[in-house]
């Protein structure tokens, strides 16, 4: 293998599993979201990478390739290339996505439609932290507007979340009286650390509510939707 790309790290994707039912830590989403691929701009010559996710390469300078965002990071830490910031990390977009976010009164909307990733806050955290000369080279003050905008869109979509579950569990607690009901929990559009930090407290709240009224048992067989863009 050529210099350029030795030191590239290979992850293992089979690490967390078992985990479904966990709420995952701020690396272990990291450890996801670094397999989605962004666009490079080497400054080297090097062979294709052959890893577990697929062949990356060849590298020749100037010339952009994708590659999973770890090893972009490995790359851009090596001071061997330049990462592309991604259009939906720019500030006119950003922009667009809170403002369409604020006019969707009550339900989240759903990025993906936007071109927004479903790991895109940990790759935004990732590619702010090791590439933030790239995405400042875009125009001065692009990073901190970044940051501000990304931090309001997710304030916005986690007050609609906050109402959502206290609308669920008010519809459960007003079916006490049901006999044989299931309550269906359908959250739509939600991103994969708004499913993380929604999953873990909705079930906890639904198994209390069991245990203090034993009439609402059969309430807790419900089911949550939640796949990829349209939890």
């Given at each position: 293998?050529?210099?350029?790309?030795?030191?590239?790290?290979?992850?293992?994707?089979?690490?967390?599993?078992?985990?479904?039912?966990?709420?995952?830590?701020?690396?272990?989403?990291?450890?996801?979201?670094?397999?989605?691929?962004?666009?490079?701009?080497?400054n080297?010559?090097?062979?294709?990478?052959?890893?577990?996710?697929?062949?990356?390469?060849?590298?020749?300078?100037?010339?952009?390739?994708?590659?999973?965002?770890?090893?972009?990071?490995?790359l851009?830490?090596?001071?061997?290339?330049?990462?592309?910031?991604?259009?939906?990390?720019?500030?006119?977009?950003?922009?667009?996505?809170?403002?369409?976010?604020?006019?969707?009164?009550?339900?989240?909307?759903?990025?993906?439609e936007?071109?927004?990733?479903?790991?895109?806050?940990?790759?935004?955290?990732?590619?702010?932290?090791?590439?933030?000369?790239?995405?400042?080279?875009l125009?001065?003050?692009?990073?901190?507007?970044?940051?501000?905008?990304?931090?309001?869109?997710?304030?916005v979509?986690?007050?609609?979340?906050?109402?959502g579950?206290?609308?669920?569990?008010?519809?459960?607690?007003?079916?006490?009286?049901?006999?044989?009901?299931?309550?269906?929990?359908?959250?739509?559009?939600?991103?994969?650390?708004?499913?993380?930090?929604?999953?873990?407290?909705?079930?906890?709240?639904?198994?209390?509510?069991?245990?203090?009224?034993?009439?609402?048992?059969?309430?807790c067989?419900?089911?949550?939707?939640?796949?990829?863009?349209?939890?």
């Amino acid at each position: 293998m050529a210099s350029g790309v030795d030191s590239v790290a290979v992850h293992n994707p089979g690490s967390f599993a078992g985990m479904e039912g966990a709420m995952l830590n701020c690396q272990e989403m990291e450890f996801l979201a670094e397999w989605e691929e962004v666009e490079v701009i080497p400054n080297f010559q090097g062979d294709k990478l052959h890893m577990i996710c697929g062949e990356y390469g060849p590298f020749y300078p100037n010339r952009v390739v994708k590659v999973p965002l770890f090893t972009a990071v490995n790359l851009k830490d090596s001071r061997k290339c330049r990462i592309e910031v991604p259009m939906w990390l720019r500030s006119s977009t950003l922009e667009r996505v809170l403002e369409a976010e604020r006019d969707a009164s009550e339900q989240a909307t759903d990025l993906t439609e936007l071109g927004i990733p479903f790991h895109y806050t940990a790759i935004a955290h990732i590619l702010l932290k090791h590439a933030a000369d790239d995405v400042e080279a875009l125009r001065v003050g692009e990073v901190h507007d970044c940051r501000r905008l990304l931090r309001d869109i997710e304030d916005v979509r986690a007050s609609k979340i906050r109402k959502g579950t206290r609308m669920v569990m008010d519809e459960v607690k007003n079916k006490d009286h049901a006999h044989d009901v299931s309550a269906m929990i359908n959250f739509r559009n939600l991103t994969f650390s708004e499913l993380n930090q929604a999953r873990p407290t909705l079930t906890l709240a639904l198994d209390t509510l069991a245990d203090l009224n034993p009439r609402t048992v059969r309430l807790c067989s419900f089911f949550v939707s939640v796949s990829r863009g349209r939890c």
